[in-house]
T-cell receptor, first 113, second 116 residues
Framework: AQSVTQLDSQVPVFEEAPVELRCNYSSSVSVYLFWYVQYPNQGLQLLLK??????LVESINGFEAEFNKSQTSFHLRKPSVHISDTAEYFC???????????FGTGTSLTVIP | DVKVTQSSRYLVKRTGEKVFLECVQDMDHENMFWYRQDPGLGLRLIYF???????EKGDIPEGYSVSREKKERFSLILESASTNQTSMYLCASSSLGGRASSGGYTFGSGTRLTVV
C-alpha cells in the first residue's frame, strides 16, 4: 500500500524568503514522485517530477525537489519566493505498477508582501 | 495543447436533483479519475476507470455513480444531490500504469458544485 504525508497544512512565508514544503511517502514498491500546484479556482498543474536518475529535479519557475530514498522524502524547495507562488501544493506518488496515483492532503503556501 | 475539459466551472443544484458532471480528454488516455476536493481533506478519489465501460470504486463512492461509454468521456453522476456533496470536483486522466504513468495526471479546471 502507498501513502503520502504532507507535514504542514499551511506555510506562511515572506516574499523573497526561502521555503521548504515537506513530503514523505511510504510504499512497498518503487514509485514515481510528483509535485502539483493549484492556483485559486483552478485545477492542479504538474510542477515537477522524479522518475529516475538524478535525485534533484527542477521546475521552470525556480522550484526544486530532492528524492531521498533512505528517508522516503521528496521535499519541495525554493530559495526565494514571489507573491505569485501563493497556491496549494500537492505531493503525489505513483507506483511503477498499477494505474492509481496517491496524493497528500496539500500544503497551502501563502507569500506575504 | 492537450486538455481535460470539464463542462461546467460552477453549478448550483437543489437537494434531490440528479446531477451530471462531464469530463472529456483529448489525449487518448486509458485512465480517467474523479476526485472531490474539500478544505483540510485534500483530494479524495470517488471513482476511476481504466477502460471503456470499466469502473472501479475509489475511497468515497457512496452517493455517486459513473459512466464511461467512450474512451474520451467520463461522467460523474450524483443520483440525488445532497448538501454534503457541495465541493470542488476534479477530473483527471493518465496513460496506463507503469512507465506509461510517468507523465503524471492531467487535470481539468474543476467544477465547483453547490447543493442548496
Amino acid at each position: 500500500a502507498q501513502s503520502v504525508t504532507q507535514l504542514d497544512s499551511q506555510v506562511p512565508v515572506f516574499e523573497e524568503a526561502p521555503v521548504e514544503l515537506r513530503c514523505n511517502y511510504s510504499s512497498s514498491v518503487s514509485v514515481y514522485l510528483f509535485w502539483y500546484v493549484q492556483y485559486p479556482n483552478q485545477g492542479l498543474q504538474l510542477l515537477l517530477k522524479y522518475l529516475s536518475g538524478s535525485t534533484l529535479v527542477e521546475s521552470i519557475n525556480g522550484f526544486e525537489a530532492e528524492f531521498n530514498k533512505s528517508q522516503t522524502s521528496f521535499h519541495l524547495r525554493k530559495p526565494s519566493v514571489h507573491i505569485s507562488d501563493t497556491a496549494e501544493y500537492f505531493c503525489a506518488v505513483a507506483p511503477n505498477t498499477g494505474n492509481q496515483f496517491y496524493f497528500g492532503t496539500g500544503t497551502s503556501l501563502t507569500v506575504i508582501p | 495543447d492537450v486538455k481535460v475539459t470539464q463542462s461546467s466551472r460552477y453549478l448550483v443544484k437543489r437537494t434531490g436533483e440528479k446531477v451530471f458532471l462531464e469530463c472529456v480528454q483529448d489525449m487518448d488516455h486509458e485512465n480517467m479519475f474523479w476526485y472531490r476536493q474539500d478544505p483540510g481533506l485534500g483530494l479524495r478519489l470517488i471513482y476511476f476507470s481504466y477502460d471503456v465501460k470499466m469502473k472501479e470504486k475509489g475511497d468515497i463512492p457512496e452517493g455517486y455513480s459513473v459512466s464511461r461509454e467512450k474512451k474520451e468521456r467520463f461522467s460523474l453522476i450524483l443520483e440525488s444531490a445532497s448538501t454534503n456533496q457541495t465541493s470542488m470536483y476534479l477530473c483527471a486522466s493518465s496513460s496506463l500504469g507503469g512507465r506509461a504513468s510517468s507523465g503524471g495526471y492531467t487535470f481539468g479546471s474543476g467544477t465547483r458544485l453547490t447543493v442548496v
